[in-house]
């Protein structure tokens, strides 16, 4: 589900987001506590395709976005961050459905930040005039969390 600033709201049932197109990503992943993956590969649509779809439904975008999770998780982004390619709703790992334990059936897949900014379990993507900290970022993680800068922590620049 994606919702707008203003509350508008667009939702896919899982075979509606089935039929959206979907997309092969091929990216390393980097857990925060130092751990990295190379050339994982998912399948996905991308948050862009969403963005289209949603916007014939009276959802726009806006600067921020909060991921929300099954169970609560949270994480926070900038727009430009999951647009332009960069940021897929990921259903596959590997060729095969998403496994629960990975986020399965669906979670957010944001490559080239820490991984903690993938939410799985995804469930909506809420679209804000004004950033707000997720789950992690409010216990002391980096606000933005790019793994070439190291931004792990909250002091770290
Ligand atoms: N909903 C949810 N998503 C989450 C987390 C979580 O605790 N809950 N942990 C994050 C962190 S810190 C990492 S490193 C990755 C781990 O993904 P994996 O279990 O597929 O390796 O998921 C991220 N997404
Ligand atoms: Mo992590």
Redesign the pocket.
């Given at each position: 589900m994606l919702r707008g600033a203003d509350g508008a709201v667009a939702r896919w049932t899982w075979d509606e987001l089935a039929a959206l197109p979907h997309e092969s990503v091929t990216a390393d992943i980097h857990?925060?506590?130092k751990w990295s993956k190379l050339d994982t590969m998912w399948e996905g649509v991308s948050v862009d395709a969403l963005l289209a779809a949603a916007a014939a439904r009276g959802v726009k975008s806006a600067p921020y976005v909060l991921a929300k999770?099954?169970?609560g998780?949270t994480?926070n982004l900038p727009l430009a961050d999951v647009t332009g390619g960069k940021a897929w709703v990921a259903v596959k790992f590997g060729g095969a459905p998403l496994a629960p334990?990975?986020?399965g059936p669906a979670?957010l897949l944001v490559p080239h930040l820490?991984?903690?900014?993938?939410?799985?379990?995804?469930r909506q993507l809420h679209f804000m005039e004004h950033d707000e900290a997720g789950?992690?970022e409010s216990f002391g993680y980096h606000n933005y969390g790019d793994p070439w800068r190291e931004q792990r922590y909250s002091g770290d620049p």
């Amino acid at each position: 589900m994606l919702r707008g600033a203003d509350g508008a709201v667009a939702r896919w049932t899982w075979d509606e987001l089935a039929a959206l197109p979907h997309e092969s990503v091929t990216a390393d992943i980097h857990c925060v506590t130092k751990w990295s993956k190379l050339d994982t590969m998912w399948e996905g649509v991308s948050v862009d395709a969403l963005l289209a779809a949603a916007a014939a439904r009276g959802v726009k975008s806006a600067p921020y976005v909060l991921a929300k999770s099954d169970g609560g998780y949270t994480t926070n982004l900038p727009l430009a961050d999951v647009t332009g390619g960069k940021a897929w709703v990921a259903v596959k790992f590997g060729g095969a459905p998403l496994a629960p334990e990975h986020g399965g059936p669906a979670r957010l897949l944001v490559p080239h930040l820490y991984f903690w900014k993938s939410a799985k379990w995804v469930r909506q993507l809420h679209f804000m005039e004004h950033d707000e900290a997720g789950f992690w970022e409010s216990f002391g993680y980096h606000n933005y969390g790019d793994p070439w800068r190291e931004q792990r922590y909250s002091g770290d620049p």
